[in-house]
């Protein structure tokens, strides 16, 4: 387990990670993270859920449009 503390940011509050955590999440300053809740609390993330889901969609649409597609291409 890993602590972190909140700090005064302007009007705002943030927390500081530390390096290693910002390494295992492959986030640097000024990337973007999204703090999603779960049912076991919250989960703070460098993948946007959202554009998941909506990239399910997609590739559930090419697989079974497969050949409208492909003519569509040409």
């Known amino acids: 387990m890993i602590s972190v503390k909140l700090t005064q940011i302007g009007n705002s509050v943030g927390v500081a990670l530390p ?6 999440l492959r986030a640097a300053k000024g ?26 969609a997609a590739e559930a649409v090419m697989r079974e449009d497969r050949d409208v597609l492909k003519a569509l291409a040409k």
């Open 19 to 24: 390096k290693a955590v910002l390494e295992r």
């Open 31 to 56: 990337d973007s993270l999204f703090l999603v809740e779960t049912p076991e609390g919250f989960m703070l993330t460098p993948y946007d859920p959202d554009l998941a889901r909506q990239m399910e």
